[in-house]
């Protein structure tokens, strides 16, 4: 089992950053693909950013490509999602979400752990 918790949301105004982590407990991340999805009010959950934690490799929705920046801490088996110029339709839960095995990266199925969530609002 892994226990995921997420932490920095809030309140923010449109071009303000906010930086969320993601920190795991039971086990280490070594072997997973570590992503973060959001959901808005009204819509579908989405795919955001994620990270194949033994190589680094990132990938980004469109939508956030040039803002937000997903890093790691091995050390203390954290991810991270800075989240730069942030406008309203970021407003969003953001989930942290993990999954131990291969497959579409932005396949919502395909995730085997979640965190609680957490909530960003970005006002104009």
């Known amino acids: 089992q892994v226990q995921l918790v997420e932490s920095g949301g809030g309140l923010v105004q449109a071009g303000d950053s906010l930086r969320l982590s993601c920190a795991a407990s039971g086990r280490t991340f070594s072997s997973f693909f570590v992503a973060w999805f959001r959901e808005a009010p009204g819509k579908e959950r989405e795919f955001v950013s994620g990270?194949?934690?033994?190589?680094?490799?990132?990938y980004y929705a469109d939508s956030v490509k040039g803002r937000f920046t997903l890093s790691r801490d091995n050390a203390n088996n954290t991810a991270y999602l800075q989240m730069n110029d942030l406008n309203p339709e970021d407003t969003a839960i953001y989930y942290c979400?993990?999954?131990?095995?291969?497959?579409?990266?932005?396949?919502?199925?395909?995730?085997?752990?979640w965190g609680q969530g957490i909530q960003v609002t970005v006002s104009s």
């Open positions: 990270v194949r934690w033994n190589t680094g490799a990132t």
């Open positions: 979400a993990v999954r131990q095995s291969g497959g579409t990266i932005a396949l919502i199925s395909g995730y085997d752990f």
